[in-house]
């Protein structure tokens, strides 16, 4: 491959812009597994779904047809503000490395949400606007998703009410006021403004919350509420349909400077940046049209994909939501505490569990330490801070530039480098002062989560 | 001016970068007056400048003739992982206000730094590499200018040692990890490291340290350890001559989009990042080529330029640096502590204070909240939360974009939009909670700077 005349920054013009999603379930031939009523175990009909989700939201999450989905004039207009995002040529990388491989990196850390999530945000309000709700409520742990959603409502002047876990409330105040400056109405999760944030606290008096608390809490404001519905920025199937921007304009990139990708990875929590990324190559490969390795990276301490159980369970822990089949710890499986950074999810998305199920994509659990140093390396080679979450798609595409060295190949790797670590200084100062330390859950401590899947036969 | 077509973000290609600094001072008839000795009184010497800062920078500094200085290869390729920065197009800005005026702006605050200081950090620690030394020192308050030169040291494996203002240090943990995983030495300042930190810390038991004293021991420690210099992120000829990129990268996307801007406007501190957006403009204003109307903004509370005298003043309060002729409040002159963000330098670039004196710029003072006033409405639009720096140029932009929309003339303004608000949320928290204050100084207030301006005849 000959790079030697490459920019650094591989920016798409405007007008090369993708104009669809790309759904890759179009191309499944197994296709994920539907979500389930809990109290029926019959796939969610259009109508059951429609208190809490918008309608047109909804028929993008059942439609497993329909390749192109045309995306919006009002939100390729709110694209056009942050995207094309680059894809980045990681040459100081290389060169400290000093590995034959090639290494680019699609950022989508350079907005005010700080990642990716504003690619499905902007879609989600456009959406609820279009069908003339007053608002929507939504649940944040670490903030990357409020901060996104917030973004989106005050550009559609849509009423966004964020309940948001309340040790990140108390410990990630900045998150919160970038959320306020936006117009949102943020609460520390659990509160006494709904029934289940009231019998929480009443159980458990001084909690500091959880995401899965949040969800329960956001949902019942949502379906509570005339005008309100309820929206969520990963693990859905429409998500995974909106974040394939980041796929397609790769692609795009890719083809105008003649780059063939060996390698593409991306870290995976609910799965909204690596199901975006991959979409379009997967496409191509599920048509048997090229082959790529996607590696999908998640936390040693929180393994959905390397140690969990492909199966349905709930979405969340007080179980409000519906059921998903996917790869799961187990609704009450929590990460130890000691894990930094976001990819804390318990599950992972149907369309992902489906594919590496069906053994087209790999995955690489790794320790948060290793982590660190390569977000550390990261940052003081190419400038850029990464979030936590992004840095572990960096290790491992570092792990395999050095084998690449081994081996004398010359493989060209993508990242999906979701975004920037600078909410997240608190993990890098432990990093920075010595005092973080690895965790990975013993057989037991997981046993706990799975002991709680319901056996749902399907 | 036909604009129809044109994209949102007015990206340079990577070969249309410019390859030279663009020197004003070889256009100006009245050169800046020269920095001189506060014992002698006299013009400095390159030798007397040596013990402090780097050789090649010196001769920047002193060089009043050369109009374009060469980006050496080292600079212009780390300028590619972050420049060309982008000149957007404000279309939902002017829409929300509703406005014939066009507006546009050049963000430098997509990189870790959040803040155009990376353009002179990395010529600093190139040259100061090239030199053969060691490490250099410097101060930082908010932080900004620290973390850019963290990141430039990093890049070079130059050793970097950051004295930061103590409350800062303390209020703004997370900038200092950002310099920490930079690898940087952070300090709080006062420290007991140096003479003049232990001198200090002991006349003031318990101080929080200032801009001033921090200036003092960086200093301090470059002339007295062994292959060490002193650097600074504003105020000197050298930084706004590395600043030039701004405005050179801004006039090339003007020819490239047919852009005729009237009103160019940027926040003025120390003047780093006006000067550097100014220069080329300013150039053919001074050669009589073309006019511009050139606005600096400063807060109502800091007012240099448009309360300040124009006279030699010492740059630190700690009376160790020479003296510089320029806008001035008296180097004993402190912003009221309630006035958040940047821009509290009681001085002002000598270039950019001998071109307001000869009538080539305005200048304006606004009010802090009416500037997050702007910084909100800004956000809301058009997706960036600015730093409360920029948004002061934000504020003048829309004060002159509305008197467009009254006299129904289509003037287009460029605001300078020098980097991101992320790690000012404290500010913004006070703005949201409407608990953010203005503070106007009284005569009598900055009298007592104006006291110790010492007299110099010249």
Redesign the interface.
Known sequence: MELKNL???L?L???EMPSTWYNVRADMKNKPAPLIHPATLQPLKFEEMQPIFCDELIKQELDNDTRYIEIPEEILN?Y???RPSPL?HAV?LEKALDTPAHIFYKFEG???S?SHKLNSAIAQAYYAKKQGLKGVTTETGAGQWGTALS?AC??FKLDCKVFMVKVSYEQK??RR??M????AEVTPSPSMNTNVGRKINAEHPGTTGSLGCAISEAVEVAVSSEGYRYVLGSVLNQVLLHQSIIGLETKKACEKFGIKPDIIVGCAGGGSNLGGLIAPFMGEKLRGEADYKFIAVEPASCPSFTRGKFAYDFCDTGKVCPMAKMYTLGHDFIPSPNHAGGLRYHGMSSVLSQLYHDGYMEARAVEQTKVFEAA?QF???????PAPESSHAIRVAIDEALKCKETGEEKTIIIGLTG?G??D??A??Q??NGTMTDYIPTDDDLAVGFAKIPNVAK
């Open positions: 920019p650094y920054k920016y013009d405007e007008s709110f056009k503000m942050y980045t100081f350079n907005n005010t700080g973004m005050a550009f105040p900045f006021e970038v306020r400056t936006y117009g550390e940052a003081r080679t190419e400038g850029i801070l920037t600078y909410f200084m608190l890098y100062e990093f920075n």
